[in-house]
């Protein structure tokens, strides 16, 4: 599956309720796994709802803060929370999150193929805001030069 693949995926409905039921069944109990939240979190960064996308990525930050025990998991939560953010167009954030799963596993291949789409991304929205400022620019311009002309004929 190639970046664009993966960060297009969209999570099932029955695996988001799966886990947000597993999820909140454990949250009665008082204790949370580290695996419940991890997956539930993986559902919702897969959402097709922003609102979904940030509650994920609010539980990968709790778990890579206070729960990150070991390697593989903290790589998983870098790699989910850089893929997260990408796909809420938080081009700047993803990219230091992946960067930070780059620094500890820099041969990754996934990784660096979703630096890449970041980077990419990231420079097509730079090139989009110019356009626009340009435009924005542009039509206020030709309002500016209007109004003149407007003022120039009703001096006459």
Same mark, same amino acid.
């Given at each position: 599956?190639?970046?664009?693949d993966v %960060?297009?995926d969209v999570?099932?409905m029955?695996?988001l309720?799966k @886990?947000?039921k ?7 109990t008082?204790t949370?796994s ?6 539930y979190?993986?559902c919702?960064v897969?959402?097709n709802?922003?609102?979904? +996308?940030?509650?994920? %990525? +609010?539980l %990968?930050?709790?778990? +890579?803060?206070?729960e $990150? /025990?070991?390697e593989d998991?903290?790589? /998983?939560? *870098?790699y989910? %929370?850089?893929l997260? /953010?990408s796909r809420?167009k938080e081009y700047?954030?993803?990219?230091q @999150?992946?960067? $930070? @799963?780059?620094?500890?596993q820099?041969?990754n291949?996934?990784?660096?193929n979703l630096l890449?789409? +970041? ?6 929205d730079?090139?989009?805001?110019? $356009?626009?400022?340009?435009?924005l620019? *542009? ?5 500016v030069?209007i109004? @003149?002309?407007?003022a ?5």
């Amino acid at each position: 599956m190639d970046v664009e693949d993966v %960060l297009s995926d969209v999570v099932s409905m029955e695996d988001l309720k799966k @886990f947000e039921k597993e999820y909140h069944n454990q949250l009665t109990t008082g204790t949370v796994s580290q695996e419940t939240k991890f997956h539930y979190a993986w559902c919702l960064v897969r959402s097709n709802y922003p609102a979904d +996308i940030r509650k994920g %990525l +609010i539980l %990968l930050e709790q778990l +890579i803060k206070h729960e $990150a /025990n070991d390697e593989d998991a903290k790589r /998983n939560y *870098l790699y989910y %929370l850089a893929l997260g /953010n990408s796909r809420i167009k938080e081009y700047s954030t993803a990219l230091q @999150f992946i960067k $930070a @799963f780059l620094h500890m596993q820099p041969e990754n291949m996934q990784a660096r193929n979703l630096l890449t789409t +970041i980077q990419k991304k990231m420079e097509s929205d730079a090139h989009k805001g110019m $356009a626009v400022a340009g435009a924005l620019a *542009l039509g206020l311009s030709a309002v500016v030069g209007i109004g @003149f002309a407007l003022a120039k004929t009703l001096k006459k």
